[in-house]
């Protein structure tokens, strides 16, 4: 895919402010963007809240994670122009996205990570995984990858695979092994129960 040099509307599967943009690859308006910064490169962000970003905002304001450089801005909900087709989703973004921890998720210098996620290009290419304190943090960061990315692996604190999507299927565990492993935990509960 040929880099683009702006992102227009036809770029975005969802424009307006009739629609949530919490969790999602936006695109600013390019004349948003000083001068010197208007091409796409600069124009991705992935928002991280704020009250503009709900459907039909009473507050303005939005809360984003550059998608070139990894920096925390602070946004008007007018300065959007839409929400990214994930197939545009070039892959340094790609990569710059799996690096962004879900909102809400616990500060790193007082709890450790129980889990690494890690998202990859179908070439195998990576970055270094990122740090997941709760089961809760495990599935929101799933949830903001798996639109963008080609393979979403979780892996616990032994660094063994729990989880892995490929092209926005689940690989690992297989659905069967899942459900054995629910009809498993409902059974414990019910012997407990009786006890």
Known sequence: MSEKTLFTQEDCMQTGYDMSINGKVIVLHPSSLPEEFRNAKYQMYFCTGGNGSNPN????YIFTVSLAEG?????NRNDILGILKPELLPEYAQLQLSQIRPNGSLDL??????????????DGRY????GLCSDKEVI????MQKEYQHRVMI???????VFEMIAGQIVHPLPETMEAYRKEKQEQGRMEMKL
């Not at 920096?71 to 946004?75: I, P």
């Not at 970055?127 to 990122?130: A, D, E, H, K, Y």
């Not at 929101?140 to 949830?143: G, H, K, L, V």
């Not at 892996?155 to 695979?161: I, L, M």
């Open 155 to 161: 892996c616990d604190r032994e660094d063994f695979c």
């Open 57 to 60: 905002p009473i507050g303005r």
């Open 127 to 130: 970055t270094s995984g990122v």
């Open 109 to 122: 210098k007082n709890n450790e990570p129980q889990y690494s996620g890690y998202c990859f290009l179908p």
């Open 140 to 143: 929101d960061y799933i949830e």
């Open 71 to 75: 920096e925390k801005l602070r946004w």
